[in-house]
Every structure is written in structure tokens, then in C-alpha cells.
């Protein structure tokens, strides 16, 4: 499958079904690789909850875990080592929808939609709000692998407190969650998940493009990897606190049960 030349940029345009391919694969490697800080992530911002259920708001009880590195220690000296990846699955099938699909819907509302400029450039706002928009859709479709990725990274830890286990895998935790809650059951969460997209790709867009312009403009910096670098890590940096709020608050949502209608139990 070739590639063909853009009439307004004059660049080498590839056909979105390879860039769909190209996506996932890249972001699938990616969470391979950092699975184990997102099960980390996913336990230390469980952790007040259940504190809170155990000895009641306000409790001075020890936390169990303390810090990224002596959880991550702590979930292989206790669970295995491999249950630093349990839940990387779904995380895969996410990247599948998550990923590809906020590609495509990315170069649709930047083609069709926004539009470029007549000099074939692409304003910051116009990406920002394309990025916004995409990621929302993204995220949204992809709820139901987030919310089983959630409730597997979960089982470890209820293992160990001689909790049932909820889940025996992927395609079990889909149909355990469907037939408790229903297609509402599916989406729980997908509010602040929604949100935490749209954030995040927010974040990660501007910061960007801002950073990458100082430094060519203010540095000796050229237009390079070190500079592709520097700005994706303060991109990352400024993505991740504005998406962490709501990053909490949809990891609590999606732990929780469902009754048969979708919806939290009363107290």
C-alpha cells in the first residue's frame, strides 16, 4: 500500500488505513512497556478509597502503598512479578479502539471539518479543539475495555485481602459486566473518562506546539529528536496533571458495582 503526495502540504500522505495500523501497533508496544506504572497508578488511586471503607473517613490507618516504586515492588514480592501486566489485554483491545479511532477522527475533522489554512498550515486552536474532540469520541467507544482493564488490575489486591475474585479474564469480565449492568453497565464511568481525554489531548497538543516553537525560536536547538523529545516530555508532563483529576475519579467509578439496571447501589 503506497503512499501519495498531499496537494497543500506537498508531504508524503499515507493511506489511513496503514496510519490506523501504524497507531495501534505503536501504542500497544507503548503500553507494554509502561503496563506496570499504570497498575501502580490504578492501585494508588484506590488506595484513600478503600482506606476509607475500612477504617472510616478522617482515619489516621497507614496506607498500604507509598509511592510508585514500593508499589510496584510491593505487587511483585506479594502477587508476582507477572501481576504487573494482569489487565494488559484489555488495555491492547483499548488501544485497538482508543488509538486508531482517534486518528481517524482526528484527520477527518482536520480535513473535512476544520479545514487548513490556505497555506496548507493547521492553527493551534483548530488542533486543539480536533484534538479534543477526537479524544472524547475515542475514549468514549473504548469505555468498556477501560472498565474491564480497571476491574482486572483490581484483582490482585482483592486476592490478597480473601476477597472473591470477579473476574476470570477478559471475555468473562465483559459478559459478567453486560449481564449485571446491562449496556448502561458497560459505559459506568465514561463521564470523567470522556473527560480525561479531552483533557489530555488537550494538554498534550498546546504544550507541544509551544514548546517546540520556543525552542526553535529561543535555543540553539534545531528541529530534531532532541527537540521532538524535549517537547514531548513536557507535553506529557502537562497532560497528565490535567487528566489525573478526572483520571481518579474514573478509576473509583469503574471499581465499583453495578446493579441491573447500570446503575451504583444505594447506601
Request: aromatic share 6%; net charge positive.
Amino acid at each position: 500500500m503506497g503512499t501519495f503526495q498531499d496537494e497543500q502540504t506537498k508531504l508524503p500522505k499515507w493511506p489511513r488505513l496503514t496510519k490506523f495500523t501504524l497507531s495501534v501497533c505503536a501504542a500497544s508496544v507503548a503500553e507494554l512497556v509502561t503496563f506496570p506504572l499504570d497498575l501502580t497508578k490504578t492501585r494508588l488511586q484506590m488506595q484513600g478509597e478503600a482506606a476509607a471503607r475500612r477504617s472510616g473517613v478522617g482515619s489516621s490507618a497507614q496506607p498500604t502503598y507509598r509511592g510508585m516504586v514500593r508499589t510496584a515492588i510491593g505487587i511483585a514480592r506479594e502477587e508476582g512479578p507477572l501481576k504487573l501486566w494482569q489487565g494488559v489485554t484489555p488495555a491492547i483491545y483499548r488501544h485497538v479502539v482508543y488509538s486508531g479511532g482517534r486518528m481517524l477522527a482526528y484527520e477527518q475533522l482536520r480535513e473535512s471539518v476544520l479545514g487548513r489554512n490556505a497555506d496548507g498550515s493547521f492553527p493551534l486552536w483548530k488542533a486543539a479543539v480536533g484534538g479534543m474532540v477526537a479524544g472524547a469520541v475515542g475514549q468514549f467507544l473504548a469505555s468498556p475495555t477501560d472498565l474491564v482493564k480497571v476491574q482486572m488490575q483490581m484483582e490482585g489486591r482483592r486476592a490478597l485481602e480473601g476477597k472473591e475474585p470477579r473476574v476470570r479474564g477478559v471475555s468473562h469480565a465483559f459478559i459478567k459486566i453486560f449481564s449485571e449492568g446491562g449496556i448502561r453497565g458497560l459505559w459506568a464511568g465514561w463521564v470523567p473518562n470522556v473527560q480525561r481525554a479531552a483533557l489530555v489531548n488537550l494538554g498534550d497538543l498546546t504544550t507541544y506546539d509551544t514548546v517546540k516553537h520556543f525552542l526553535l525560536r529561543n535555543t540553539p536547538v534545531e528541529d530534531n529528536s532532541i527537540c521532538h523529545s524535549l517537547a514531548s516530555i513536557c507535553s506529557g508532563l502537562v497532560a497528565a496533571t490535567m487528566g489525573t483529576p478526572a483520571d481518579v475519579v474514573k478509576t473509583r467509578i469503574m471499581n465499583q458495582p453495578r446493579d441491573l439496571h447500570g446503575r451504583l447501589p444505594g447506601p
